[in-house]
C-alpha cells in the first residue's frame, strides 16, 4: 500500500474543499469524498515501499514541522491527469514558499526511505488537490462541465503534513504534525 506525506489544510479551507466534492457526488459522478478517510490534501510525496518507518518519519516531522510555518495556496484553476486513473484536481500556483516547503519535505522523506513516485520528484511535481479519480472519459467531461461554476481562485491555508497509508478507496492517518514555525 502506498504511504503519502500530505500538507493538510485549515477547517475553514477543507469545508470548502468538501463542497466542492459534495456537488460533484450530487451530480452523480464519483468524487474523493468516496473514499473512506479522505481528506482535502495537497500531496508531497508518495512510496510505495514495503517497510516504511513510520517512526523514523515521526521523528524527523517532529524537527521539520518547527521550522515551516503555515502557509497560504492558492487554488486557481480545474485540470485532468489523463491517465489510467483519469484525475480531475484544483490546480495550485507553486508560489516560491509552497516549492521551497516541497523540496526540504521530499528531501526529508529521501531520509525515511528510498523509494518515492517520479512524480513528486521537485522540478516534476505539479502540485494539485484531487477532486476526483478512477474515472471514465464521460464522468471526466461531465466534471469538468460543473467546474464552469466553481469559484476561482479559491484561496486556503496549509497548516499541517501528514502521513496516510492508502488504498483506492480508504485513507488511514498514520501520524499528523502540526507546521509551528513562526509566521
Known amino acids: ?30 468524487s474523493s469524498l468516496d473514499a473512506e478517510g479522505y481528506r482535502p490534501h495537497l500531496t508531497l510525496a508518495v512510496s510505495d515501499a514495503e517497510i516504511f518507518d513510520v517512526e523514523g518519519c515521526r521523528a524527523r516531522l517532529a524537527d521539520f514541522v518547527q521550522r515551516w510555518s503555515p502557509l497560504p495556496v492558492t487554488l486557481n484553476h480545474v485540470g485532468l491527469f489523463q491517465t489510467v486513473e483519469n484525475v480531475v484536481f484544483l490546480g495550485v500556483i507553486p508560489s516560491q514558499g509552497l516549492l521551497a516547503l516541497h523540496r526540504a519535505a ?15 520528484v521537485p522540478d516534476h511535481w505539479t502540485p494539485h488537490v484531487t477532486l476526483s479519480f478512477g474515472l ?3 464522468q471526466v467531461l461531465g466534471i469538468l462541465a460543473l467546474a464552469w461554476e466553481m469559484p476561482l481562485p479559491i484561496h486556503v491555508n496549509a497548516r499541517a503534513l501528514q502521513l496516510v497509508e492508502v488504498t483506492p478507496t480508504y485513507a488511514r492517518d498514520l501520524l499528523r504534525c502540526e507546521l509551528r514555525g513562526k509566521v
Open 136 to 138: 471514465t472519459p464521460e
Open 106 to 120: 521530499f528531501n526529508l522523506c529521501q531520509q525515511v526511505v528510498t523509494a518515492w513516485r517520479p512524480y513528486y
Open 1 to 30: 500500500m502506498p504511504y503519502v506525506i500530505e500538507l493538510l489544510f485549515d477547517p475553514d479551507s477543507e469545508a470548502t474543499i468538501r463542497s466542492i466534492w459534495q456537488r460533484i457526488t450530487d451530480a452523480g459522478y464519483p
